[in-house]
C-alpha cells in the first residue's frame, strides 16, 4: 500500500518520484503479499488433509477415503478454503504478469481479476465463505 500511495501523490502532483520505478515497487510487493497469502492456503489444505487422513484411519469402514477424488464434493466440504485459494491464484497471475515473469494476454488479466474480485466480494456478503486464522 506504501508504493500505491506514493503513486497517488505523484498523480496529485504533490510528491514527484520515477512512476515506473515505483509501478514495479508496487506488483512486487503484491506479488509477496498474494505469494503468502497462498503459502497460507496452503497451509490450511495441508491441515485439512491431516484431518482427514487422522478421520479415515479413525474410521473403520473407511467412509472418507474418495473424499478428495471429487473436487466438487471437496468445494461443497471447504467453501471457505475453496473460495480464498480461488481468489488468491487468480490474484498471483496478475501481478506475476506485471513484472514481466510471464506473459499473460490481457483478457486472461481481465477474466483473472474478475473471478478474483468476485471471490472477495463474496468473502465480505457471506462469512460463512471468509477464511478465518487457524
Same mark, same amino acid.
Given at each position: 500500500?506504501? =508504493?500505491? +500511495?506514493?503513486?497517488?501523490?505523484?498523480?496529485? $502532483?504533490?510528491? #514527484?518520484?520515477? /512512476?515506473?520505478?515505483? !509501478?514495479?515497487?508496487? @506488483?512486487?510487493?503484491?506479488?509477496?503479499?498474494? =505469494?503468502? @497469502? *497462498?503459502? #497460507? %492456503?496452503?497451509?490450511?489444505?495441508?491441515?485439512?488433509?491431516?484431518?482427514?487422513?487422522?478421520?479415515?484411519?479413525? @474410521? *473403520?469402514? $473407511?467412509?472418507?477415503?474418495? +473424499?478428495?477424488?471429487?473436487?466438487?464434493?471437496?468445494?461443497?466440504?471447504?467453501? /471457505?478454503?475453496? &473460495?480464498? *485459494?480461488? /481468489?488468491?491464484? &487468480?490474484?498471483?497471475? !496478475?501481478p506475476y504478469s506485471a513484472v514481466n515473469k510471464i506473459n499473460l494476454h490481457p483478457i486472461v488479466i481481465s477474466l483473472l481479476g474478475i473471478?478474483?474480485?468476485?471471490? $472477495?466480494? *463474496?468473502? !465480505?456478503?457471506?462469512? %460463512?465463505?471468509?477464511?478465518?486464522?487457524?
Open positions: 500500500m506504501f =508504493a500505491d +500511495h506514493v503513486l497517488w501523490l505523484h498523480q496529485m $502532483g504533490l510528491m #514527484r518520484v520515477d /512512476k515506473q520505478r515505483w !509501478i514495479g515497487r508496487a @506488483n512486487k510487493f503484491w506479488l509477496y503479499s498474494v =505469494a503468502a @497469502n *497462498l503459502l #497460507r %492456503d496452503f497451509y490450511e489444505l495441508i491441515c485439512v488433509i491431516q484431518r482427514v487422513r487422522t478421520r479415515e484411519k479413525d @474410521n *473403520l469402514d $473407511g467412509g472418507m477415503k474418495f +473424499h478428495f477424488r471429487t473436487p466438487l464434493k471437496w468445494i461443497r466440504k471447504h467453501p /471457505k478454503l475453496s &473460495c480464498d *485459494l480461488a /481468489k488468491n491464484m &487468480c490474484d498471483f497471475w !496478475i473471478i478474483s474480485t468476485s471471490m $472477495g466480494m *463474496l468473502q !465480505i456478503y457471506d462469512k %460463512d465463505y471468509r477464511l478465518l486464522p487457524s
